[in-house]
């Protein structure tokens, strides 16, 4: 069920979300947070940047997109995700305990299982327990000018929507009790540049796990770890596994504190398909490979580029999972990651 400012929501029973996440985004409470979370600066965090001091030198824990992770205050500091243009960036945070679960939702698809997930490793989430959520990302991706021009159906563009509309959903016919506290999404989250195409606002959330405060937050290469090739090949050939079908990517232990990145196999067609993309020039990459061509960060071709380069040079996943194992890191002293070996995680 759904609390917005302390009060029962109530729901429209003629529908399958839609309505109710219209009523939403015009209710004067959240239309106020909504104001006041546009208000505040983007941080912006690498390790390069002094001024990232804060997250760099502190415990923090980022998310692809399609995986999430439930972290403990006393051992995370921070957890955040970026890169979610027309994905979602859903924050579930228990008031009782503080334990916080983040997640970057890609497709309606993965709503209902992905909650499951999340909510599975909160600690007790009964009638009785209060939990407040925090969405953001997700823009009026069927505005774009290039497809209004050339005649494209918005039907083809429109991905935010549907996705916001599962979650909301979902957290509305569920018995615990969802405080929605932020609700920057669609028309809140949505600007035009000087052509005229719909592009997000933030695209990024982090949230500082003692408090719950959320802000709007991007990453750089230096952030995005452990393993971020890998787990970012992982999107594409989880399509293909059927261990994880409609289900988030498990990525996290929150009781150790360490990356456990579950295995996830990838086919020789994906393999070929990589060789073919990588021939493609930057403008077509861009537009094969993205749902919001217009709004990606400069760095998504480069970062298409990386992953393409891993598979075609380890085509057989079984080497990169070996012994079809997790591949484990734990934090080391300087607040890095290190690899944990299998032959050392067995010993263990």
């Known amino acids: 069920m759904i609390f917005v400012g302390g009060v029962l929501f109530e729901r429209n029973s003629t529908n399958q979300g839609n309505c109710d996440l219209v009523a939403l985004m015009t209710h004067p409470v959240l239309v106020s947070a909504s104001l006041s979370f546009k208000a505040i600066p983007e941080k912006k965090f690498s390790t390069s940047d002094a001024s990232s001091d804060e997250l760099t030198k502190s415990k923090h824990v980022y998310l692809f997109q399609r995986e999430y992770a439930t972290v403990d205050p006393m051992l995370v500091d921070f957890i955040g995700t970026d890169e979610a243009t027309t994905c979602v960036g859903i924050v579930i945070r228990n008031r ?4 916080t679960s983040v997640a970057h939702l890609d497709s309606p698809k993965i709503v209902d299982l992905g909650l499951s997930q999340m909510l599975s490793k909160l600690g007790d989430c009964g009638h009785d327990t209060e939990l407040d959520v925090h969405l953001i990302g997700g823009f009026e991706d069927n505005l774009d000018k290039h497809t209004e021009q050339t005649g494209g159906s ?26 929605i506290q932020t609700l920057f999404v669609l028309g809140h989250n949505t600007r035009k540049d000087t052509a005229g195409n719909a592009l997000p606002i933030f695209s990024g959330v982090l949230v500082e796990t003692r408090t719950g405060t959320v802000i709007p937050a991007t990453f750089d290469q230096t952030t995005r770890c452990p393993d971020e090739i890998v787990r970012r090949i992982r999107i594409s050939g989880s399509f293909m596994d ?12 929150t009781q150790t504190d360490r990356f456990i990145i579950a295995p996830c196999s990838w086919s020789s067609r994906l393999v070929r398909m990589a060789s073919f993309l990588q021939q493609f020039p930057d403008s077509e990459v861009l537009r094969t490979c993205s749902t919001s061509p217009f709004a990606e960060a400069p760095d998504f071709v480069h970062n298409q580029r990386r992953q393409w380069d891993y598979l075609i040079q380890h085509p057989n996943w079984k080497e990169t999972f070996q012994m079809e194992e997790a591949r484990i890191f734990t934090r080391s002293a ?15």
Request: net charge positive; charged share 25%; aromatic share 8%.
């Open 96 to 99: 009782n305990n503080g334990m």
């Open 334 to 348: 300087s607040g890095g990651w290190i690899m944990v070996e299998p032959a050392h995680e067995a010993a263990d």
């Open 154 to 179: 918005s039907e083809q563009k429109d991905h935010s929507f549907p996705l916001c509309a599962k979650i909301i959903k979902a957290l509305g016919k569920s018995v615990v009790k969802f405080h």
């Open 242 to 253: 059927s261990r994880w079908r409609n289900k988030l990517l498990e990525t996290y232990d």
